[in-house]
């Protein structure tokens, strides 16, 4: 046996089905196989599957070296509002940011149209005290006991993590870091998720969405992954498994653990660098490529396959 690894190990696990593809790097033959997924216990569809190519291909587990996994759990999570019951600090003043949004509606013809309800309602969003001026500089300090008083009321309402997203925090996070320090005093072991290194950039709402998108998805896809990698040690596989980013990129399972948000769109991504290879070894300057397993609603994208066999994509157009 080579001393190289000899295969490349695809993954994408979706609701009906689990999907394997292997390539063999001496012979360059690529290997298909479909599983039925199983929800209650994803992982057990992983194990199944890299049985099977064992006795039916013929494929060495000991023998892959890499493994990439396109995911929907995140995303699936959120469609179905099935993650993490949280809590939210704000500055005072700012208990609305989530309601308020941006003030758009999504269709602004529609006179009964309506904005996505917040996956942390305004009851569950407690202020402090405090207020961080625009250069970074204190306004106000940090009112430790209003920060106090208000951990403790939202660990009354049995919530499952924290999300602390105070203003300005993206120039100086201090306030948030000692907030943080505040909530591990008052409810040790509880889930603590700071915006400002989730997403240390200026606009408010954006900023505490996003720190509330991770928080909310965080436990069910640590769990996911863990399950993961541990089904791929039960068979063997020595590679260190790596997770589809919303950008096309790759990342290590480890720092998909602590960058949860990055994985929402792990799944569509994938296919979507895979549609766009598929185009440029075809010659096709311009394809569509359509998921409707990851969406609430069917969207057609059209993309511009990459000069180098489909290496690179980019948008070319898109509509509904």
């Known amino acids: 046996m080579s001393s190289a690894p000899r295969y490349w190990l695809g993954i994408d696990i979706g609701g009906t089905f689990t999907d394997f593809s292997v390539f063999d790097t001496r012979t360059g033959a690529l290997t298909g196989l479909k599983v039925p997924s199983t929800p209650h216990e994803f992982a057990a569809a992983v194990r199944s599957g890299l049985a099977q190519l064992a006795t039916e291909h013929g494929i060495d587990p000991a023998e892959i070296g890499t493994v990439v996994h396109g995911t929907t759990i995140a995303v699936n999570t959120l469609i179905q509002r099935t ?3 949280l809590g939210l600090l704000v500055t005072d003043g700012f208990r609305d940011v989530l ?3 941006r003030l758009r509606l999504p269709n602004p013809f529609d006179l009964d149209g309506a904005r996505p309800l917040p996956l ?9 005290r405090e207020r961080m001026r625009a250069d970074g500089r204190v306004d106000t300090p940090l009112d430790e006991a209003s920060a106090r008083e208000a951990v403790q009321r ?6 499952e993590g924290l999300v602390v997203s105070l203003l300005h925090s993206y120039r100086n996070p201090a306030h948030e870091q000692r907030a943080r320090a505040v909530a ?4 040790p072991g509880l889930p603590v998720s700071l915006s400002s290194e989730v997403w240390p950039q200026a606009r408010e709402y954006e900023r505490t969405a996003l720190a509330v998108l991770d928080a909310y998805v965080q436990p069910k896809v640590r769990r996911y992954l863990q399950g993961f990698e541990e089904a ?8 260190a498994p790596h997770v589809t980013k919303s950008n096309g990129g790759i990342m ?25 290879y598929v185009a440029g070894r075809a010659g096709l300057s311009r394809m569509s490529s359509r998921s409707t397993s990851a969406a609430p609603a069917p969207t057609w994208r059209w993309w511009r396959a990459g000069a180098h066999a489909g290496a690179r994509a980019s948008t070319w157009g898109a509509c509904r």
């Open 232 to 239: 791929l040690a039960a068979r063997g596989v020595p590679a």
């Open 252 to 276: 290590p399972v480890a720092a998909a653990r602590t960058q949860t948000v990055t994985t929402l769109l792990s799944g569509p991504a994938s296919g979507v660098i895979g549609a766009a």
């Open 83 to 85: 993650g993490a019951s």
């Open 154 to 159: 939202l660990a009354a309402r049995d919530v």
């Open 184 to 187: 591990a005093e008052v409810a």
């Open 99 to 101: 309601e308020l949004q």
């Open 120 to 128: 942390i309602p305004r009851a569950r969003v407690a202020e402090v």
